[in-house]
């Protein structure tokens, strides 16, 4: 008989933590998918931020690193200069890459360090218990907006993929989703151009991945699915909003 | 063969960390530290290393951070403000025990402060400074030969011991210029570190973290920890004694204050007063036990500091019940002068009848 599906080599066979209708588990094998096509399991070294992703060393089978709270992009500047030819990823959650580490992702972009970026976009902080998060939709309630997002009081949501698009040393910035299977494949696509990217040494690549976070949203699993598809991509579209197609020539 | 060149205090630290095989230097700017990133930024390149200016000090420490788990020597500096903003990254360097220099050479605070020299973080340098249950290995350089030297034993000991290591001088070390002696620069071979990340070419993967959630996982991991500091204080504490054989009294100083008590001790020695020194060099491990010793023999102390008594509070944890402890110490950018450190030391003999 032929295999047609199996897990990837790049992820530990176990049990994640993630909750029924959670995509962090879907985006992980979606990064472990692209280090297995690219052959480079043992190239490769994984920056976790701090978030529900925070135990990616016990999910993957690859060199991982825990970073601070928002610091992911400076730890894999250290380590990607260290290590030029290894593949470095970060994948962070959206209160550790557009709220507290605002700084770090922009200038890591900036400085067009050829890493991959793993941006999980759920409009919520997971970890902590379902706060407001930099993409809370504007009247979503969180433990920390209890009557809904008001942009008079706590702004709006922020677009990261958009943002980072014109920087100078972005090679790559796409948003997908994963509600359905047919957006899962897409997001598979983009994901592996992001590293083939980083190892063509084009700059950083970016791909957010609208998320689904059922438990801290007071939904059911489905109903997450459904929320991503009817409330998040009318205000977070989805596509490529930079692709390089030659490396950046200045000195 | 041992070159001797006449070099600031700031450039000494670069060089050190040079000669001793860092080859990564991650910082921001900030008076009156900028020799050391500006030195590097044109030196690193030539030896083949890299210098990056980032975009604040939460950057620089966790490049710091991402560099050393890579398993390169690598450093930063920086100053008040900037090193505050560092304590969260040193901590994660200490829970994750990588190695890795920062240096800072001090200015007033708190707050901005201001440029003058001091010694007022000796706290936040011996203490942890950071969250959690953690100590930096602390070196207190008192010459430009020291600068130079205390670079190279930082990179040794924070590798040795998988743990931060901090040199703590201040704005007159930094530019004040005096001759070093270099060792002849040879190709440095740094021990393997088996622990580093750099993909998982025929080994097992790994990881570095510093979250521990199952029951007693984190203590343990602390205890551990505590046993490496003990190690440490053990094994590392260093000292300068001065004329500790026939004095009556005993200062004790770290870095630029130490040099100008050995001022004052020759301007004593002249009125027939007998002045000894103990001088720290490592702050973290503290020398208690010679300065416990000591003041079993002479039962007097006198601590000198540009702070309003810190250092102070490790002396008197190292001495016994029936020493006389006095302190004299000039804050926010005051410099003792000899005179001063002479009048305070004969007031505490007097009062003693001597
Ligand atoms: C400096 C610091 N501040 C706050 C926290 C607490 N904290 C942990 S995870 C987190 C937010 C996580 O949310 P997100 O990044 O969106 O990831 P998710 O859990 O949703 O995947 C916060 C605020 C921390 N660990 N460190």
Redesign the interface.
């Known amino acids: 008989m032929k295999k047609v599906f199996s897990r990837p080599k790049s992820l530990v066979d176990c049990q994640t933590h993630f909750c029924p209708g959670c995509t962090h588990g879907t985006a992980h094998r979606l990064v472990a998918e692209a280090i297995d096509h690219f052959g480079?399991?043992?190239?490769?070294?994984g920056?976790c931020g701090v978030g529900c992703a925070?135990f990616m060393?016990d999910y993957?089978?690859?060199?991982?690193?825990?970073?601070?709270h928002g610091?992911a992009p400076?730890?894999?500047?250290?380590?990607?200069?260290?290590?030029p030819k290894?593949?470095v990823f970060t994948y962070q959650g959206d209160g550790d890459l557009a709220s507290i580490g605002t700084?770090?992702i922009?200038?890591t972009a900036n400085?067009g360090e050829s890493i991959t970026v793993i941006f999980i976009n759920n409009t919520v902080y997971g970890m902590t218990g379902g706060q407001m998060a930099p993409t809370t939709l504007l009247g979503q309630k969180t433990t920390t907006t209890p009557y809904g997002r008001n942009s008079s009081n706590d702004g709006y949501p922020i677009r990261m993929a958009e943002m980072l698009a014109p920087l100078e040393g972005v090679a790559y910035s796409t948003r997908v989703s994963m509600h359905n299977a047919k957006e899962v494949l897409k997001a598979k696509k983009a994901v592996k151009k992001a590293f083939e990217m980083q190892i063509a040494g084009m700059g950083l690549s970016f791909v957010e991945l609208l998320s689904a976070c059922p438990t801290n949203w007071r939904v059911k699993p489905l109903e997450g699915q459904k929320r991503v598809e009817q409330e998040m991509i009318p205000y977070f579209p989805l596509g490529v909003f930079k692709e390089r197609k030659e490396k950046n020539l200045n000195s | 063969m041992v070159e001797r060149v006449l070099l600031k205090g700031n450039i000494a630290i670069a060089k050190g960390a040079i000669a001793a095989g860092c080859r990564?230097y991650?910082g921001y700017p900030i008076t009156p530290q900028n020799d050391i990133p500006e030195y590097l930024s044109s030196e690193l390149p030539k030896v083949g290393g890299?210098f990056?200016q980032?975009?604040?000090e939460?950057?620089?420490i966790?490049?710091?951070?991402?560099?050393?788990?890579?398993?390169?020597r690598?450093m930063t500096s920086s100053s008040g403000p900037g090193i505050s903003l560092m304590q969260?990254?040193m901590s994660?360097m200490a829970g994750?025990e990588l190695p890795g220099l920062i240096v800072n050479v001090m200015r007033v605070g708190p707050g901005l402060g201001g440029i003058a020299p001091t010694q007022g973080d000796y706290f936040q340098a011996t203490k942890g400074g950071g969250h959690g249950d953690y100590f930096n290995i602390v070196l207190a350089p008192a010459s430009v030969q020291e600068m130079y030297d205390l670079a190279i034993k930082a990179f040794e000991l924070s590798d040795k011991y998988r743990n931060p290591a901090m040199i703590l001088c201040d704005a007159i070390l930094g530019q004040m210029k005096e001759p070093v002696a270099l060792e002849e620069a040879e190709e440095v071979t740094l021990e393997a570190k088996p622990w580093a990340?750099?993909?998982?070419?025929?080994r097992k993967?790994?990881?570095?973290?510093?979250?521990y959630l199952s029951d007693g996982e984190q203590e343990a991991h602390n205890l551990e920890l505590k046993e490496k500091y003990d190690r440490i204080r053990e094994e590392e504490a260093l000292f300068e004694g001065k004329g500790l054989g026939d004095c009556e009294i005993v200062v004790v100083a770290f870095g630029t204050v130490s040099r100008i008590v050995k001022t004052a001790i020759q301007m004593a020695r002249k009125e027939g007063i007998k002045i000894g020194m103990i001088r720290p060099i490592t702050l973290f491990p503290f020398p208690a036990s010679i300065i416990r010793e000591t003041a079993k023999k002479i039962p007097r102390i006198m601590v000198v500091e540009m702070n309003t008594g810190q250092m102070l509070e490790d002396v008197k944890l190292s001495i016994e019940n029936g020493v006389k402890l006095g302190f004299y110490g000039r804050p926010g950018g005051g410099i003792p002068t000899p005179e001063e450190i002479l009048k305070e030391i004969k007031v505490m003999l007097d009062e003693e009848g001597f």
């Open positions: 480079v399991q043992e190239e490769t070294i920056v925070v060393y993957f089978a690859i060199d991982a690193i825990e970073a601070p610091r400076a730890v894999a500047t250290g380590i990607k200069r260290v290590h290894k593949v700084s770090e922009i200038h400085r | 990564y991650f890299t990056i980032a975009e604040s939460v950057a620089s966790n490049m710091v951070l991402g560099a050393s788990a890579a398993g390169a690598v969260e990254g994660y994750s990340l750099d993909g998982s070419k025929g993967p790994q990881f570095l973290k510093t979250l």
